[in-house]
């Protein structure tokens, strides 16, 4: 059975999701790296939060995985270029805690302004201290959102009902969709030098790590409050505790840092410093969610089927216009495997109609996965077809053409001698065109390609054939060139024909090609 390695706590929903499913959830909290690695062969997932360390060791030791699943939406503890080179999917749950974590930046951004823990601290300790920890209003002071992405957008969204002035910096969000919100858009250089509170909603790479430095914060306005939920090391904490303690910077609040867990940094003894161990996630809602979504990406993972939040896919966001088309590309990909008799020298896919509006590249890997399924001992998925493909010296061609003659859209794979075209026909597969014979009929596990002369009996001789064995035809499709000079006959049949039956056809006169495809 298909075994799934859990080795933190994770929701009993998703343990649920995923047992329902059929895999068996091997669940072993709190292993050394030691013992992980023992426990890696025969794996085919491992699914894990912020302490498990996913390095190039463990990836070797997990010979068997297909995926590995982040509950949660940071990616440190993976090292995923390595995962990538080894075609092991890695996906995260990247809207489990969004909620979670924005009203946690809105609670630090209270806390920091009002001095909300300081003055419990002292009032608990003995001391009434009313005078020294009094705070300011949020509103009317200006904001400066770092990244408006999914949290930094609910952030947004909040500090507007206190009445603040919003400013932020995202190279990514047009200045439209930032308008809308009721934000100016700005650069990063400016927002720091204008703004009376910021907040941090960044990932953590290598344009990120050490951003607020001391030449940054250099130019923070006077007074300024920080506020990062987002990931530690985004804020150099050395450079932050002398900017407060200069006076340059009013005060922070910080959940993350640059090493974690921890209960040594140079802002844990500044008075107006509010900190929190990592608690983003860390609420009832965004656990269950977290477990929910990792299991529902590890399933379809295993399945091998499209994954919404697998991070080292090389391809864009996936429309709904396109993602119906994934499987009927893969099955394309595998027909064109076996008309060329093996992996081929050179491979277009063509993209036409309604399609070609939209980012296709996930059509050309799902083509890919189906060509080498068909071909390559390894595994091929999503993950490293590219890199199998160019490995393997195969020349490939992407192209998207408006126009497509008599359907909405249609999918188009050539090799140097073979074409076929596939569609949707009210949301079910059908293949269209082989070979330049107009044909329709859906695919099937096993299909059986006919070519030959456009003369009587041919259709009655490969039915009699099939029949003498046994076969039964499930499905048949039949057309001709256009000059009318051959015909092709696309078959679906119950079960795989025997070699003999195959090679008897072949030899039998006015047919001039026979293949069986597979399409699973």
Same mark, same amino acid.
């Given at each position: 059975m298909t075994r799934i390695l859990v080795t933190e706590a994770l929701s009993a929903r998703g343990l649920d999701a995923m047992t329902a499913a059929g895999y068996e959830v091997d669940v072993r909290l709190g292993l050394t790296p030691a013992e992980l690695l023992e426990a890696l062969p025969g794996a085919h997932a491992l699914v894990i939060r912020s302490a498990t360390k996913v390095n190039a060791a463990v990836l070797a030791a997990g010979r068997d995985l297909v995926v590995v699943g982040r509950a949660g939406v940071g990616l440190d503890n993976i090292d995923v270029p390595e995962a990538t080179r080894r075609g092991v999917m890695v996906?995260?749950?990247?809207?489990?805690?969004?909620?979670?974590?924005?009203?946690?930046?809105?609670?630090?951004?209270?806390?920091?302004?009002?001095?909300?823990?300081?003055?419990?601290?002292?009032?608990?300790?003995?001391?009434w201290e009313r005078a020294k920890w009094e705070g300011v209003e949020l509103h009317g002071k200006t904001l400066g959102v770092v990244g408006l992405g999914r949290i930094g957008a609910l952030v947004a969204q909040r500090a507007l009902g206190f009445g603040m002035h919003l400013v932020a910096h995202d190279p990514y969000v047009a200045p439209e969709r930032a308008k809308r919100m009721g934000v100016e858009l700005t650069s990063l250089e400016d927002l720091v030098s204008r703004c009376d509170f910021i907040t941090i909603h960044l990932p953590k790479n290598p344009?990120?790590?050490?951003?607020?430095?001391?030449?940054?914060?250099?130019?923070?306005?006077?007074?300024?409050?920080?506020?990062?939920?987002?990931?530690?090391?985004?804020?150099?904490?050395?450079?932050?505790?002398?900017?407060?303690?200069?006076g340059r910077v009013g005060g922070a609040a910080i959940d993350v840092f640059a090493?974690?867990?921890?209960?040594?940094?140079?802002?844990?003894?500044?008075?107006?410093?509010?900190?929190?161990?990592?608690?983003?996630?860390?609420?009832?809602e965004a656990q269950d969610k977290a477990g929910e979504?990792? &299991?529902?990406? =590890?399933?379809?993972?295993? %399945?091998?089927?499209? $994954?919404?939040?697998?991070?080292?896919?090389?391809? +864009?966001a996936v429309s709904e216009t396109v993602r119906p088309f994934l499987g009927i590309s893969e099955i394309l990909g595998r027909f064109i495997a076996s008309l060329s008799g093996g992996l081929p020298d050179e491979l277009t896919v063509e993209c036409q109609g309604t399609l070609a509006g939209e980012d296709v590249s996930i059509l050309t890997l799902a083509v890919l996965k189906g060509l080498f399924a068909a071909v390559a001992d390894d595994p091929v998925s999503y993950v490293n077809a590219r890199r199998v493909a160019e490995e393997r010296g195969l020349v490939l061609h992407e192209t998207q053409t408006a126009s497509s003659p008599y359907r909405v859209s249609v999918v188009t794979v050539r090799s140097s001698r073979h074409s076929i075209s596939g569609t949707l026909v009210?949301?079910?597969?059908?293949?269209?065109?082989?070979? &330049?014979?107009? =044909?329709?009929?859906?695919? %099937?596990?096993?299909? $059986?390609?006919?070519?030959?002369?456009?003369?009587? +009996?041919?259709?009655?001789?490969v039915g009699t054939a099939l029949g003498d064995v046994g076969i039964s035809i499930v499905n048949m499709a039949v057309g001709q060139t256009a000059g009318g000079n051959t015909a092709l006959m696309v078959l679906a049949t119950d079960r795989s024909v025997p070699v003999e039956v195959?090679?008897?056809?072949?030899?039998?006169?006015?047919?001039?090609?026979v293949y069986e495809v597979t399409t699973v």
């Amino acid at each position: 059975m298909t075994r799934i390695l859990v080795t933190e706590a994770l929701s009993a929903r998703g343990l649920d999701a995923m047992t329902a499913a059929g895999y068996e959830v091997d669940v072993r909290l709190g292993l050394t790296p030691a013992e992980l690695l023992e426990a890696l062969p025969g794996a085919h997932a491992l699914v894990i939060r912020s302490a498990t360390k996913v390095n190039a060791a463990v990836l070797a030791a997990g010979r068997d995985l297909v995926v590995v699943g982040r509950a949660g939406v940071g990616l440190d503890n993976i090292d995923v270029p390595e995962a990538t080179r080894r075609g092991v999917m890695v996906v995260n749950a990247p809207e489990s805690n969004i909620l979670s974590a924005a009203e946690l930046t809105i609670a630090l951004l209270l806390a920091q302004a009002r001095n909300i823990p300081q003055a419990h601290a002292a009032l608990v300790a003995g001391r009434w201290e009313r005078a020294k920890w009094e705070g300011v209003e949020l509103h009317g002071k200006t904001l400066g959102v770092v990244g408006l992405g999914r949290i930094g957008a609910l952030v947004a969204q909040r500090a507007l009902g206190f009445g603040m002035h919003l400013v932020a910096h995202d190279p990514y969000v047009a200045p439209e969709r930032a308008k809308r919100m009721g934000v100016e858009l700005t650069s990063l250089e400016d927002l720091v030098s204008r703004c009376d509170f910021i907040t941090i909603h960044l990932p953590k790479n290598p344009e990120t790590v050490g951003l607020f430095g001391r030449e940054l914060l250099g130019l923070a306005k006077p007074g300024v409050r920080i506020v990062n939920a987002a990931r530690g090391g985004i804020i150099d904490e050395e450079a932050l505790a002398e900017a407060i303690r200069e006076g340059r910077v009013g005060g922070a609040a910080i959940d993350v840092f640059a090493a974690e867990p921890t209960t040594a940094s140079p802002l844990f003894t500044l008075p107006s410093v509010v900190v929190t161990p990592h608690l983003g996630a860390s609420t009832n809602e965004a656990q269950d969610k977290a477990g929910e979504q990792i &299991a529902e990406q =590890v399933v379809l993972a295993l %399945a091998g089927d499209f $994954v919404p939040f697998a991070v080292n896919v090389d391809a +864009g966001a996936v429309s709904e216009t396109v993602r119906p088309f994934l499987g009927i590309s893969e099955i394309l990909g595998r027909f064109i495997a076996s008309l060329s008799g093996g992996l081929p020298d050179e491979l277009t896919v063509e993209c036409q109609g309604t399609l070609a509006g939209e980012d296709v590249s996930i059509l050309t890997l799902a083509v890919l996965k189906g060509l080498f399924a068909a071909v390559a001992d390894d595994p091929v998925s999503y993950v490293n077809a590219r890199r199998v493909a160019e490995e393997r010296g195969l020349v490939l061609h992407e192209t998207q053409t408006a126009s497509s003659p008599y359907r909405v859209s249609v999918v188009t794979v050539r090799s140097s001698r073979h074409s076929i075209s596939g569609t949707l026909v009210g949301g079910e597969p059908r293949i269209v065109d082989l070979d &330049a014979h107009a =044909v329709e009929v859906p695919p %099937a596990e096993v299909m $059986v390609v006919v070519r030959n002369d456009d003369r009587p +009996g041919k259709i009655g001789l490969v039915g009699t054939a099939l029949g003498d064995v046994g076969i039964s035809i499930v499905n048949m499709a039949v057309g001709q060139t256009a000059g009318g000079n051959t015909a092709l006959m696309v078959l679906a049949t119950d079960r795989s024909v025997p070699v003999e039956v195959l090679d008897k056809l072949r030899r039998a006169p006015g047919i001039l090609d026979v293949y069986e495809v597979t399409t699973v």
